[in-house]
């Protein structure tokens, strides 16, 4: 049952060439190929899975597009409420270590339409894909807006770069800090502005910065096909009524029981199917499997409504079944 779209079957031996901090409690790291070798590359809005020493796997956006010498750039807040992989990581991880990560992966990517007019918005950490975004736009000659949010400067990563490309009359880039003067602090309405066939929004950050911003746009009439966002974590999910269902496999007629307390992923995993699993969180997309009958309990921030509303997918490492049986498409 292996299956060779697994991520964790394309693993990459990195060495750490440097380690800087970005800003207060931002590490940035800079990996490089062992070898002579370069590293796959990729387009803006590609993460790669980082397997942190003696910890979790967790996803980290590339913020710098590629160049040479072939490198991979991304940046690391040290978060006291998270798991525990990024202070591991910041800890432990220093110039001259070697870490196991994956290809690059894209689930945020750039709408292709060369004429379409973005608007990016990026709260905190959130920076990392959308500075690689802004720099992809800018040397494709597409037409973009950034807007980039955080409580103070000293917490913003890339903010002498971003301030220095902020400083021309036509400047495309905005930077509002909630410390700030009322006069450049963010407008979401007027940044969002009324939507159009040829535009798309994207934003990354916090969820409640993210959630205000789609809102909005929802509000102001935006549809959900020009609405791209990208979480780096969900909020933890109370399962204490989690009840047991059963996974039936299509091609096999195989029935697989997932107890309560249990996920659909790990029940899969325990049956024998090799499912790509990255974040287990429903943020990345990496496990989505397609449903063919029954009715999900969706529970991910990857899915945008509509395709909630579809009923044709889930993601197996966070989500359950609102029917007795789901029957999956493996």
Partial sequence: M??????MNNLLQVKVAAKIWLADDIAGYELTPLSDSTLPAFEAGAHIDLH??????????LHDLPGEPSCYRIGVLRDPESRGGSIKLIENVHAGDTLTISAPRNHFALHNGQRDRSILFAGGIGITPILCMAQQLAREHRPFELHYCGRTLSRMAFIDRLQQAQSGDESQ???????????????????IGAPASDKHLYVCG???????????AREMGWDEGHLHRE?????????????????????SGEVIEVADGQSAAHALLDAGFDLPLSCEQGVCGTCMTKVVAGVPDHRDLYLTDDEHARNDCFMPCCSRAKTSRLVLDL
Wanted: glycine share 8%; proline share 7%.
């Fill in 2 to 7: 292996e299956d060779q779209s697994n991520p």
């Fill in 52 to 61: 942190v020493p003696g910890g979790p796997v967790r996803q980290y956006s």
């Fill in 173 to 191: 880039v905005h930077v509002h800090v909630d410390n700030g003067t009322s006069g450049q602090q963010l407008d979401a309405r007027s940044a």
């Fill in 206 to 216: 916090p969820a409640g910065f993210m959630n205000h911003i789609l809102q909005t």
């Fill in 231 to 251: 979480y780096f974590a969900a909020a933890p999910l109370e399962s204490s009524e989690d009840e047991r269902f059963e996974i039936e496999i299509r091609s």
